[in-house]
C-alpha cells in the first residue's frame, strides 16, 4: 500500500470510527443529520479528494478514493460521502463549479432515489449522453422517504430542468454509472469485511451445548460459505477499480464491462452474506442491540443502489452477447487481449 | 469500531504484459493444430487425452514453462503458465495425457526427486510424451486420504507394494503413477509414515487395472491393484515418511486453477452464440449473471496466482477458489437449460454440450477435495476449528 493510501485511510478510519458512535446512529434514525461528522470529513479533504490539487484537492488516485469508500462501508457511514465526492469531480471534469455541501448524485444506472434529500446543496445529473449538470436541492420536488436502513431519502416524479451555465458536456474520465457501480461495489465490499468479522467473533464466543458455536461443523460450513463470498466480493471490487484506472481511450469496454460484473456480483452475494449472518447470530442479531443490523440494513439498501443486480447481469449479459461466441473469452480476459483479436 | 480484521488475503491482481503477449502464441498453436485436424473440442474440454496435441504443446514450450531449461522447462513465471493453462481451457483443449504432470508430478519432482529423477522424467514430460496420472485415493480411502492402507515393504533394491489405488484417470494409458503408499505401519501420528513412490505402469509385474465406467459412460477411472508390485530404490520420490507433506504442498496448485471454473466453459459459449441481442431482458441477465460470476471467480484465482508466484502458499484461499467454482460449474447447465427451454433454443450444438455437462456435473465438487473438506479447509484458516 503506498504512503498516501496509508495516509488516507488511518484520516478516514478516525472520521469514520468518531461517526460511527450509538448516539449517531440513533439520530440518523431520528431523521436528524450528522452534520458535525460531515463538516469534520469536508474539513479533512475527503470530498474532494478525486480533484487534481490546483483545484484544491488532493489529487489521488481513484484506487486510494475506493479504498476510502470501502472503509465508509466497514463502518456503516450513514453519509452520502462517496456520491458528493464523486458529483464533485464529475463537475470540476467538465468544467463547472459545484454547490457547497453535499451532493446528491443522478447517474444511468436507473437511480431513483438520493440520501438526505434536505440536506443536499444540488443534485448532479450525469444521466445522459454526454453531458452533466446540477440542480439546486431546493428546486426539486422531493418525495421523503427511508431506506431500509432507516436513513431519509428522497424520490421525485420529475427533475427540473437544468439552469443555463449549470451544465456542460462531460469531461474525459469514466462515466458516473462506472464510477458509482465501483464506489458502491467497495462499500458492500467493506461492509460484507465486517459482517464476516462481526460473525467470526460471535460464533468464537458464544457458547451452547458446552462449546462454541464454531466447534460445530454445521456452523463451520455456513461461516465458510460467507467467507467465500466476502472474499470474492472484496477482490472483484478492487479488479474493477484496477479496470477503472487503467482506462484510457479504447479501454473504455473494460472498465465498463468489470465495473458491470463486479456491482452485479456485490449485490448478488449481499442475500446469502445477510441470510447467513442473521442465521448465526440467533434472536440477538435481530435486535437493534446487536450492531449487526447497521450492516446488513446498508447491504440491503446498497444492493439497490446505483443499479441493483438485475440491471448490472442484464448490461453484462448486453455486452456478452454482442461479443458474440468468439469474443466472449476476450472480452472476460480484458481489453489487452481483446486488442489481439481484431 | 476499529477497522474490521481481514481473515483472507486475496490481493487484486492484474497479469504483467510477459504473461499477456502469450496468449495469441497459444491462440495460434491450437487455431493450426485444429485446422491441421490434430484435435477436435469434443466437449471433454481438457479431460480429453490427445497425445499428439500434448507433444505439439510441448515442442511449443507450453508445458512445464516453469522448470529450469537444464530440465526441459522454459523458465518462465507461474502467472505466464496461468495464462497458458487458461487458454487452453477456454478453447476446450483436451490436455489430459500432460496436465497431472505439468501440474502436479512434474514440480513436485523438481521440488522433492534426486537429480537422476529430474533428468530422466521432467524433459520428456515437457516434450508432452510421458504421461502420468495420480494415485491418491483407495475404495477405503477417499476425503480422507490419510487413512490409506497400500503398503510398500523394503526388499532387496527397492520396495514391495501391496494394495489398491482408485479412481486413478487414465492408468490404463499412462506411463508411470506417482501412488501416495505407507512405508511405516500406521501409529497414533496420522500423518507420519507415508511415502510417494514412482510406478512403471507398462513394465511392471503384479499390476492389474481394472477399468471403471463412470457415469457419463466413459473409461478414464480405474481401480490399480498391486500384488507385490516392484518399485525400485530410484523410484521413491523424496524420502521416506515426507509423503503427506509432499501431497499436500501442491494442493495449492492443483486447487486455484482455472479447471475449476472453466471446465464447462465451452457450454457458455455455445449458449452465446446461440441467442443473439434480441434475447429477452430474462435471458439476458442469466447469461449476465453467469458472466459475471465467471468474471469475478477468475480475479480470485488470478489473485491466488499471483500469490503463489510471490512465493506464498495460499492454500486456504485455494480451496475457497476450488469451492466457489466448483460450484459455479454445476449450476451452468441448470441455468443453461432454463434459458435454452425459456428462449426456445433449437441449436443442436448448445443442446448437445449441455446433455454432455449435465452429466459431468456431479464429479466437479467431489474431484479435486470434496466441498465439505474444502469448507473445513476455510474453516480452520478462520480459526474456527
Not at chain 1, 484544491?56 to 462501508?73: I, K, W
Not at chain 2, 487413512?147 to 506411463?175: F, P, Q, V
Request: glycine letters at 10%; aromatic letters at 8%.
Amino acid at each position: 500500500m503506498s504512503e498516501m493510501r496509508q495516509l488516507l485511510l488511518d484520516t478516514a478510519v478516525r472520521l469514520f470510527e468518531a461517526a460511527s458512535e450509538d448516539e449517531v446512529f440513533e439520530a440518523v434514525e431520528e431523521g436528524c443529520f450528522p452534520e458535525s461528522h460531515w463538516r469534520a470529513i469536508e474539513d479533512n479533504g475527503l470530498v474532494d479528494m478525486l480533484l487534481p490539487e490546483e483545484a484544491a484537492g488532493a489529487g489521488v488516485d481513484f484506487g486510494d478514493a475506493m479504498a476510502v469508500a470501502r472503509t465508509a462501508g466497514a463502518f456503516a457511514l450513514p453519509l452520502p460521502l462517496v456520491e458528493t465526492m464523486i458529483g464533485r469531480w464529475l463537475l470540476a471534469d467538465a468544467g463547472l463549479s459545484a454547490p457547497p455541501g453535499p451532493l446528491g448524485l443522478v447517474t444511468g444506472a436507473g437511480v431513483s432515489e438520493v440520501l438526505w434529500p434536505a440536506e443536499l446543496g444540488g443534485l448532479v445529473i450525469a444521466d445522459g449522453e454526454g453531458a452533466v449538470g446540477w440542480v439546486a436541492a431546493g428546486e426539486v420536488d422531493f418525495d421523503s422517504s427511508t431506506n431500509s436502513a432507516g436513513e431519509p431519502v428522497g424520490r421525485w416524479s420529475a427533475l427540473p430542468p437544468i439552469p443555463p451555465g449549470q451544465s456542460s458536456s462531460l469531461g474525459s474520465g469514466p462515466p458516473a454509472s462506472v464510477q458509482m457501480g465501483a464506489a458502491r461495489s467497495a462499500m458492500i465490499a467493506g461492509a460484507t469485511e465486517r459482517i464476516l468479522d462481526l460473525t467470526i467473533e460471535h460464533v468464537q464466543g458464544r457458547v451452547q451445548f458446552g462449546r462454541p458455536l464454531a466447534r460445530f461443523q454445521a456452523v463451520q460450513q455456513l461461516v465458510a460459505i460467507m467467507a467465500s463470498h466476502a472474499a470474492v466480493v472484496g477482490v472483484a471490487s478492487d479488479t474493477a477499480v484496477l479496470a477503472v484506472e487503467s482506462t484510457h481511450g479504447e479501454g473504455d469496454r473494460n472498465a465498463a464491462f468489470a465495473v458491470a460484473c463486479a456491482k452485479a456480483r456485490a449485490s448478488e452475494a449481499c442475500y446469502e452474506v445477510t441470510r447467513i449472518a442473521h442465521q448465526l447470530h440467533g434472536a440477538i442479531g435481530y435486535t437493534r442491540e446487536h450492531d449487526l443490523h447497521r450492516f446488513t440494513r446498508r447491504l440491503w439498501a446498497w444492493r439497490d443502489a446505483d443499479g441493483d443486480e438485475g440491471y448490472w447481469q442484464q448490461r453484462v449479459g448486453e455486452m456478452a452477447l454482442r461479443s458474440g461466441g468468439a469474443g466472449l473469452w476476450p472480452l472476460l480476459v480484458g481489453a489487452r487481449s481483446a486488442g489481439l483479436e481484431r | 469500531m476499529k477497522a474490521p480484521t481481514v481473515h483472507l488475503r486475496f490481493s487484486p491482481a492484474a497479469l504483467p504484459e510477459a504473461a499477456e503477449s502469450l496468449r495469441s502464441k497459444v491462440r495460434e498453436l491450437l487455431e493450426e493444430t485444429r485446422a491441421g485436424g490434430v484435435w477436435l473440442a469434443d466437449g471433454l474440454s481438457w479431460w480429453g487425452r490427445n497425445p499428439a496435441l500434448s507433444r505439439a504443446l510441448g515442442a511449443a514450450g507450453f508445458i512445464g514453462m516453469t522448470w529450469p531449461r537444464q530440465y526441459g522447462g522454459s523458465e518462465r513465471s507461474y502467472l505466464e503458465r496461468y495464462v497458458v493453462t487458461e487458454e487452453l481451457l477456454a478453447a476446450c483443449a483436451p490436455t489430459a495425457f500432460h496436465w497431472f504432470a505439468d501440474r502436479q508430478i512434474g514440480p513436485s519432482i523438481l521440488r522433492y526427486g534426486t537429480e537422476e529423477q529430474k533428468q530422466r522424467f521432467l524433459p520428456p514430460i515437457a516434450r508432452g510424451e510421458l504421461s502420468f496420472a495420480v494415485g491418491m485415493s483407495e475404495p477405503d480411502s477417499g476425503s480422507d486420504l490419510a487413512s490409506i492402507r497400500t503398503r510398500a515393504e523394503r526388499t532387496d533394491g527397492g520396495w514391495r507394494l501391496n494394495g489398491s489405488k482408485i479412481w486413478t484417470s487414465y492408468a490404463h494409458e499412462a506411463e508411470y503413477c506417482v501412488a501416495l503408499v505407507r512405508t511405516e505401519p500406521k501409529s497414533d501420528k496420522r500423518h507420519a509414515g507415508m511415502s510417494q513412490v514412482i510406478v512403471d505402469l507398462k513394465n511392471s509385474d503384479g499390476i492389474t487395472v481394472r477399468p471403471i465406467i463412470d457415469l457419463p459412460g466413459r473409461h478414464d477411472f480405474n481401480e490399480v491393484f498391486f500384488e507385490d508390485a516392484f518399485v525400485p530404490d530410484d523410484c521413491l520420490l523424496g524420502n521416506p515418511g515426507d509423503g503427506w507433506a509432499q501431497v499436500t504442498s501442491e494442493l495449492a496448485y492443483e486447487r486455484s486453477g482455472s479447471e475449476r471454473f472453466l471446465t464447462n466453459f465451452h457450454l457458455l459459449r455455445a449458449l452465446v452464440d446461440a441467442l443473439d441481442w434480441s434475447a429477452s431482458p430474462g435471458a439476458q441477465r442469466e447469461v449476465g449473471r453467469l458472466v459475471s460470476r465467471l468474471w469475478a471467480l477468475r480475479a480470485a484465482s488470478v489473485s491466488v496466482a499471483a500469490a503463489l508466484q510471490a512465493g506464498e502458499t495460499p492454500n486456504v484461499e485455494s480451496a475457497l477458489v476450488k469451492d466457489l467454482g466448483t460450484n459455479f460449474q454445476q449450476e451452468v447447465p441448470e441455468i443453461v437449460r432454463r434459458v435454452v427451454a425459456d428462449e426456445g433454443v433449437a441449436d443442436e450444438v448448445v443442446l448437445d454440450i449441455l446433455r454432455q455437462v449435465v452429466l459431468a456435473a456431479p464429479s466437479y465438487t467431489i474431484q479435486g477435495g470434496a466441498t465439505e473438506i474444502l469448507r473445513g479447509i476455510v474453516a480452520r484458516g478462520l480459526r474456527l476449528r
